[in-house]
């Protein structure tokens, strides 16, 4: 089924498609109640292949695509410190053979010496990137205006700059590729004879939450979306949430078809920070790596996954829900200070 104009966009193929969906029989098991039959399933997007993977490949692709087609020949990106999607947008500039400049946000107030040179950072310099620093964390449009600045300076030098700006004011494009893998998930659950209730996924920027409940609800399907905020509140994710899908239709020349009630959000998980574990999250990273061999980041998966428990214990034991794994391993090793005293010996 199209969706929109969806196919006449511009697109580079970046990663491996599809992902599997995977049971977790072991989480099931010991997640289900007596007699319970809660059936656990995950969407492997940590399995994209490019420079570890992740659920940015598949935006990137659409960011990407509209770069080349516009002759970049640099990409410049802003995002935290130990950030996944400058990390892909990084090796994403290498496969299409650009040049990338990274502007890091201090977000996180971490002074580990590891936060700030491991992880996502040495990848990021491994890939031959051009790491700036912005001071402030949670100022979108600032931290917008600042690439803009660096643009400049790059086109001065006789470089054609492409901008990805993640400040909601911004067209979500990289959303596109979560209408492409709601598309995905649905023909792969068709295959396997599968009805799937219930999805969650971690909500920060938004594109993917966003993308994945357009893609779904135009493709007709109903199944319910839950957002584990990762970065905000869940009062004002869910405007975001509203605002992308409004966004998106408008991207694809075609009604909007989700209604603002069909947005939900958790925000249980999320205090005290983005970037910062709690006990709930380091209970999701112990319980995905000790039942299912799976590691998890303390950033997103790992938050992500402690709102997929506490759906799993909340729901219907004859449920199926599948959760959507986005990556971000390499960030694990950047939380060394963190993680180590609580796995002891």
Do not use: W
């Amino acid at each position: 089924m199209m969706i929109g104009c969806l196919h006449n966009l511009p697109r580079v193929s970046l990663g491996h498609s599809p992902t599997p969906i995977d049971e977790m029989l072991n989480l099931s098991r010991e997640l289900s109640k007596d007699e319970g039959e809660l059936r656990l399933l995950i969407k492997r997007d940590d399995c994209t292949g490019l420079a570890f993977g992740g659920n940015k490949v598949r935006q990137l692709e659409f960011y990407l695509g509209e770069a080349v087609t516009n002759g970049a020949d640099t990409i410049l990106i802003t995002g935290a410190v130990q950030s996944n999607f400058v990390r892909l947008a990084a090796a994403a500039a290498r496969n299409t053979g650009m040049e990338c400049h990274i502007q890091l946000e201090e977000r996180v107030n971490n002074p580990s010496l590891l936060y700030r040179s491991s992880g996502n950072v040495l990848v990021d310099k491994l890939l031959g990137a051009t790491l700036h620093s912005f001071p402030e964390g949670e100022e979108e449009q600032g931290a917008d205006r600042n690439l803009e600045e660096i643009a400049q300076t790059l086109r001065a030098e006789g470089k054609n700059p492409y901008i990805i700006h993640l400040g909601a004011g911004h067209p979500p494009l990289g959303a596109l590729g979560y209408v492409v893998a709601a598309q995905e998930i649905m023909t792969q659950a068709a295959k396997s004879n599968v009805t799937i209730d219930e999805i969650v996924v971690g909500s920060g920027s938004g594109a993917t939450h966003a993308g994945l409940l357009f893609g779904l609800r135009a493709l007709g399907s109903f199944i319910p979306v839950k957002g584990i905020c990762v970065r905000r509140t869940k009062d004002l994710q869910h405007q975001r949430i509203v605002n992308h899908c409004q966004a998106i239709a408008n991207l694809l020349q075609m009604g909007n078809p989700v209604r603002n009630d069909e947005v939900e959000i958790s925000d249980d998980q999320l205090a005290p920070g983005y970037g910062q574990l709690n006990d709930a999250v380091f209970e999701a990273m112990q319980m995905a790596a000790h039942h299912e061999g799976l590691i998890l980041d303390p950033v997103y998966t790992g938050r992500s996954m402690a709102g997929f428990i506490q759906r799993a214990r909340e729901t219907d034991q004859q449920k199926t829900l599948l959760f959507i794994h986005t990556g971000g391993q390499p960030a694990i090793f950047a939380y060394e200070a963190d993680l180590g005293p609580l796995l002891g010996n």
